[in-house]
């Protein structure tokens, strides 16, 4: 059974743009959780996507959006890249009414 | 509100000896508690998990833990530790209202000597 994918595995971009980060859930998952990991600041909480609803929110600035698909692929999106916005973003999927999280291997996104 | 305290950033054991890596949590209603492993590089991988039941939880690679809910405590251990246990380990919370949301820990560094 394939795990959870993410992709680009590595993104570089500049101050002020946007980017798209994807996660592809494990087939039969229908709940996708994006987390931020940063030296300073730890693992922290985005949001959660269940069937295409945004079901949890975490204290992050509208800049950080997300949305789910019909198929249950989930992407999260960056407006206005700023330099603290470097990180790992990692994607959780787990089985519905389930709070086993099975992570993705993570997108590291460096800003410069 | 929920979070986690995991004491000692970095651990160092030689191989062999027993594995004893600290959390300490806070949660308003009863937790979810998990233990996570990272190795460079990679995502995170879900070591054991408590949700209701038995106290004592085993995990896979040998690791269990226990949660005392008196000391609201729920410490990792391994009898005895081995070169590829080398890696950051997170404790993570969470509730029965957003049990997917998940509270993390700093994280531990054990380093494993020869």
């Known amino acids: 059974k394939a795990g959870v994918t993410q992709t680009p595995r590595y993104l570089i971009k500049t101050r002020g743009q946007q980017v798209t980060l994807s996660c592809s859930p494990i087939?039969?998952?229908?709940?996708v959780s994006w987390y931020q990991q940063t030296p300073g600041q730890g693992l922290q909480f985005l949001f959660e996507?269940?069937?295409?609803?945004?079901?949890n929110k975490g204290n992050f600035p509208g800049r950080f959006s997300g949305r789910q698909f019909s198929n249950s692929r989930s992407e999260m999106n960056v407006s206005t890249l700023e330099l603290g916005d470097s990180a790992l973003y990692l994607c959780?999927?787990?089985?519905?009414?389930?709070?086993?999280?099975?992570f993705g291997p993570g997108t590291r996104l460096t800003v410069l | 509100a929920q979070s986690v305290t995991q004491l000692g950033s970095h651990v160092s054991v030689s191989e062999g000896a027993l594995v004893l890596l600290r959390c300490n949590y806070s949660?308003?209603?009863?937790?979810?508690l998990f233990w996570y492993v990272q190795y460079p590089n990679q995502g995170l991988q879900l070591l054991l998990k408590?949700?209701?039941?038995?106290?004592l939880v085993k995990g896979i690679n040998g690791f269990e833990a226990e949660f005392k809910k008196s000391e609201t405590s729920f410490h990792l251990t391994k009898p005895s530790a081995h070169m590829s246990d080398a890696a950051e380990y997170f404790c993570?919370?969470?509730?029965?209202?957003?049990?997917?949301?998940?509270?993390f820990g700093s994280g531990t560094k054990l380093n494993v000597k020869p």
């Open positions: 959780a999927s787990s089985f519905y009414m389930s709070n086993e999280q099975f």
């Open positions: 087939s039969g998952h229908r709940s």
């Open positions: 996507y269940f069937s295409e609803t945004q079901r």
């Open positions: 949660s308003s209603v009863p937790p979810y």
């Open positions: 408590y949700t209701t039941g038995a106290t």
């Open positions: 993570a919370v969470s509730d029965g209202n957003n049990f997917n949301k998940f509270y």
